[in-house]
């Protein structure tokens, strides 16, 4: 089948179907939830610390810049970016790995590319006048886009790498954050940025025995390309000719990876416990010409603008970035524009956002039988649960890698892998003897700020960030709290809570930290700081919106929906603007022209 044909559709018995996505749900719960998985730091038998840059020492920092941000991922480099443009020159990122990048620094792994197209995706391409290469750019691109921020706004000069912040404390005398790191650094900032992400603590399934394999192991953020061949550009794996190989975990890592491991190794097996769901890709060269054609001023807000509107829950009028996200969008919207519109309540527009997902997944589904000969291994590479439960995955080679001869599809029934061996793993009683075991198991996602971050934020008064935030997230936009002068978040939640774009909240939010700087500096102001009605009036606002997403307890376990277990009571502020994404960018951009800057306090 081509990469772009359609599988026949076939009749859907809904109640069927419901009933075989809660079956294959309650096979996978499990009472620990989160705590089944643990760091990789923790297991000297698999970690490793860097392997693509060496530590280059230095000595502390004792001194005062203008702005600092934590993280030199998306985040980091949009922000101290902007902060730049804003005139000022005293930047400091402070970063743990050894260059900037964040999850793109530390995922080199064979066939690492972005899910999300790349004119929507990677930052600042008119800024930098980058034209991405094809419609999804491979990680060795998207790394050279994050460098190439930090080479064009000066963000190099005074970047601290391989470095971790220990403490940050608002020192109210000063008007500055006192900033402590792992390197001795003690020094302050007037300005301070946080954006660390979900995806940098690389995390382990806490499997029994995990220590005791006596083979070769990594985890997929920490690829071994000395034992396995090849480079991050895609050479050949050609070094596994006589390995036996096991990668645990079929998350979107596994699903870009397995297809250059397929084939090179003397035999793969791809650990199962959840397939996920693989849509067409068709990736494909951008053209030149084309791109010189709609590469005029704006251009890039424009995507981003209209992916959004397309994807959730906007009215474009066209399409311009056509991939899997926005078609799964496209048919929601089409179903309910056939209801009528005095009968569109919330129970009718739910029918028909799951009669569109049952259609998708049933399309999903159907191209795993069709691409995959062996039907037992194309019925247990089938995802019985909504699209949207999981991370959507697309791809046009992941499905063919399981007609390799020497590749093995080893399928735990929602069970995962029993327990690790000095010779291999074992799965329903049997043991697997591998050279090579690789953790495709990703990063820890459903903790706490403070546990994921590693340090507790104390501001005004000795408040510290955890007490603040014990009940839940309080915020304005998701980027001012109160208690926190001078303190910026850069994420997604409390804002658009754009979960298909990620970089699109970052980007949004980098453009409010740096006029925000700007204009405390320009009003000769030493601090700014949202007033407590402020922070009270945007959370009471986003609580009479929809919510989580509907569905999502009822949801195969994953970090989409905590790992099937209850969230508590502080997800009901893990949740963005009512009216959608796409009215909480129009709405920020004329809250920040319009110069008033409501809700904050210039001091």
């Known amino acids: 089948m081509s990469v772009a044909e359609k599988p026949a559709k076939r009749p859907i018995d809904k109640q069927a179907l419901l009933a075989k996505y809660k079956a294959e749900r309650d096979k996978r719960l499990r009472a620990d939830g989160n705590a089944q998985y643990t760091r990789l ?207 645990i975990g079929t998350g979107a890592t596994s699903v870009q990876a397995v297809p250059h491991l397929a084939g090179m190794c003397k035999q793969l097996y791809v650990v199962q416990r959840t397939p996920s769901s693989v849509d067409v890709r068709a990736n494909k060269p951008i053209d030149p010409d084309w791109f010189a054609g709609i590469a005029t001023p704006g251009w890039q807000q424009r995507w981003l603008e209209n992916f959004t509107a397309n994807q959730a829950g906007g009215s474009a009028s066209e399409d311009l970035v056509q991939d899997g996200w926005t078609d799964l969008s496209r048919r929601i919207r089409e179903r309910i524009m056939t209801i009528p519109e005095s009968e569109r309540t919330p129970k009718a527009m739910w029918a028909a956002w799951e009669d569109s997902d049952f259609e998708k997944m049933e399309e999903i589904r159907a191209r795993a ?77 459903g903790t706490g700020f403070t546990a994921r971050s590693g340090f507790d934020v104390e501001g005004r008064d000795g408040l510290k960030l955890s007490e603040a935030w014990a009940g839940g997230m309080r915020s304005k936009h998701g980027v001012h709290v109160h208690g926190f002068p001078n303190l910026f978040f850069s994420q997604p939640v409390q804002g658009a809570n754009l979960i298909s774009n990620v970089p699109h909240n970052l980007t949004e939010a980098g453009k409010t930290i740096g006029l925000l700087v700007k204009e405390t500096l320009a009003r000769g102001a030493k601090e700014v700081e949202v007033t407590e009605d402020a922070q009270k009036a945007w959370v009471d606002l986003l609580l009479t919106g929809p919510g989580r997403m509907i569905g999502m307890n009822d949801c195969t376990p994953g970090y989409y929906n905590n790992e099937g277990q209850p969230a508590g009571p502080e997800a009901k502020y893990a949740v963005g603007y009512p009216g959608g994404a796409t009215a909480y960018f129009k709405y920020l951009d004329e809250w920040r022209s ?9 001091r």
């Open 41 to 247: 730091e923790k297991q000297s038998a698999v970690a490793k610390q860097d392997p693509y840059t060496p530590v280059t020492p230095r000595a502390p920092k004792t001194d005062h810049v203008t702005f600092a941000f934590v993280g030199g991922g998306f985040a980091g480099l949009v922000a101290g970016a902007r902060v730049k443009e804003a005139g000022v020159s005293s930047v400091r990122i402070i970063e743990k790995a050894g260059d900037f990048g964040g999850t793109w620094y530390w995922n080199r792994y064979p066939g690492a590319q972005c899910d999300t197209a790349s004119m929507v995706y990677m930052p600042l391409l008119e800024e930098t006048g980058h034209m991405p290469t094809e419609k999804y750019a491979h990680a060795p691109e998207i790394l050279a886009q994050c460098q190439r921020i930090g080479r064009k706004f000066g963000l190099y000069d005074d970047a601290l790498f391989h470095t971790e912040v220990t403490d940050i404390v608002w020192q109210a005398d000063k008007h500055a954050w006192l900033i402590k790191t792992n390197r001795g650094d003690a020094f302050t900032a007037q300005f301070l940025g946080l954006g660390t992400g979900p995806l940098h603590i690389a995390k382990l399934p806490g499997i029994p025995g995990l220590e005791s394999f006596k083979g070769h192991t990594f985890h997929t953020s920490r690829w071994d390309y000395a034992y396995t061949g090849g480079d991050p550009l895609g050479a050949p794996l050609d070094k596994l000719a006589d390995k036996r190989v096991a990668i």
């Open 369 to 445: 039988e069709q691409v995959v000969k062996d039907k037992d291994a194309a019925e247990k590479l089938k995802a019985w649960y909504r699209q949207l439960c999981k991370r959507p995955c697309f791809h046009d080679e992941y499905l063919d890698a399981f007609n390799k001869p020497r590749t093995t599809l080893i399928d735990t029934d929602g069970q995962g892998v029993e327990r690790i061996t000095e010779k291999g793993f074992v799965v329903q009683g049997k043991e697997y003897e591998v050279d090579c075991i690789i953790y495709a198991s990703g990063f820890e996602v």
């Open 594 to 602: 319009n110069g008033k800057f409501d809700g904050l306090e210039f």
